[in-house]
């Protein structure tokens, strides 16, 4: 993220200064000028999707941007150092990090108050929720097994952050190797077993999320699980 808001303050300076020309005017005479204008294009377009992505584009204040970026640019000793600078936006990040987390940890909350008085919704002493869709036959696995199971994975409001059904490619791993409430609940599933889980976030990544995976902080998951089959060692 650090890297695109440096990037938003080099677009927005360009911006600025050449405030007075529409892109429409901007003549491309050379191949240098052709791969300029190129890299520039790059630039604003992720700095424009990363911006949006992180729900910022109403937060910041261009024209602070820019000053900022001229200020280091311009002088030999600018307002904010390297480390200044990087510690204020660490701390901003870290600010929308928590504010992230508050707010879906409440949310999982009352989610999973809710969820746990419904109908064939069974609650273990972890706080794992579940509900078995359908039974499966032989022997469960051990921490020491490997499982291959067949899985979305999906948010609260519904979104789909994950899905071997998706990919058409079951998975294959040892019980003991993914997040608590895998480990807990896949102990729970024989072959054949078909379950919906839900997952408090303190079983699944926590705090500090899974945002390659697409998962905020303190966010509660949902899994609907077929497991295949049990490999033992």
């Known amino acids: 993220m ?5 990037l938003l303050a080099v677009a927005a300076f360009m911006s600025a200064c050449n405030t007075q020309n529409s892109d429409k005017d901007v003549k491309l005479t050379t191949f240098e000028d052709s791969i300029s204008f190129a890299i520039g294009t790059d630039v604003g377009l992720d700095i424009k999707n990363g911006v949006k992505a992180q729900e910022m584009d109403s937060m910041l204040n261009a024209e602070l941007i820019i000053a900022g970026f001229r200020n280091a640019y311009m002088n030999d000793s600018a307002r904010f150092s390297k480390e200044d ?5 660490s701390a901003f990040l870290q600010k929308k ?4 987390a ?8 009352a989610f999973l108050g809710e969820n746990q008085g419904k109908a064939g919704v069974v609650t273990t002493e972890s706080g794992l929720q ?19 199971v067949h899985y979305t994975g999906k948010l609260l409001n519904g979104e789909v952050f994950d899905s071997s059904y998706e990919r058409n490619e079951p998975v294959t791993f040892y019980v003991r190797s993914v997040i608590p409430g895998w480990t807990e609940a896949m102990q729970l599933m024989k072959p054949g077993a078909e ?3 839900f997952i408090p976030s303190n079983l699944a990544y926590g705090e500090q999320g899974n945002p390659r995976g697409g998962i905020e902080p303190n966010s509660v998951l949902i899994f609907d699980v077929k497991l295949i089959e049990v490999i033992k060692p």
């Open 97 to 100: 990090q928590d504010e992230m």
């Open 85 to 89: 600078s990087q510690k204020i936006i």
């Open 130 to 148: 579940y509900i078995v869709l359908k039974e499966g036959e032989g022997t469960a696995p051990t921490l020491a097994d490997q499982v291959m």
């Open 2 to 6: 650090k890297n695109w808001i440096g």
């Open 195 to 197: 379950y919906k889980l």
């Open 102 to 109: 508050g707010k879906n940890l409440a949310a999982g909350q």
